[in-house]
């Protein structure tokens, strides 16, 4: 069974960078792909960032040029640079992957943008 644990979230003043990391237990060579989902009250789940070896990295229209996806097969990691934050990003950020038609998810990893 994977496991994905996610790190790196927490209280952030608008304008700060946050990391989030996304360790899995096994190797990632056959996660496509993997991304960042975020859930913020009321809302439903969308997905922020996504990275794939073919299709390479996507991003919602909101984050483009604030946040960055990448994984390091090495450590079977993937991660999320978040600079600039702002107040709308607050919410709890899931990582997921897919790996042969199965989908796997974190539990999940508060970020609270906020002064």
């Known amino acids: 069974q994977v496991q994905l644990v996610e790190s790196g979230g927490g209280l952030v003043q608008p304008g700060g960078s946050l990391r989030l990391s996304c360790a899995a237990s096994?190797?990632?060579?056959?996660?496509?792909?993997m991304g960042w989902y975020r859930q913020a009250p009321g809302k439903q789940r969308e997905l922020v960032a996504s990275?794939?070896?073919?299709?390479?990295?996507r991003y919602v229209d909101s984050v483009k040029g604030r946040f960055t996806i990448s994984r390091d097969y090495r450590k079977n990691s993937v991660y999320l640079q978040m600079n600039s934050l702002k107040f709308e990003d607050t919410a709890v950020y899931y990582c997921?992957?897919?790996?042969?038609?199965?989908?796997?998810w974190g539990q999940g990893t508060q970020v609270t943008v906020s002064l």
């Open positions: 096994g190797s990632i060579t056959d996660f496509n792909p």
């Open positions: 990275i794939h070896d073919a299709i390479g990295t």
């Open positions: 997921h992957a897919s790996q042969f038609g199965n989908d796997y």
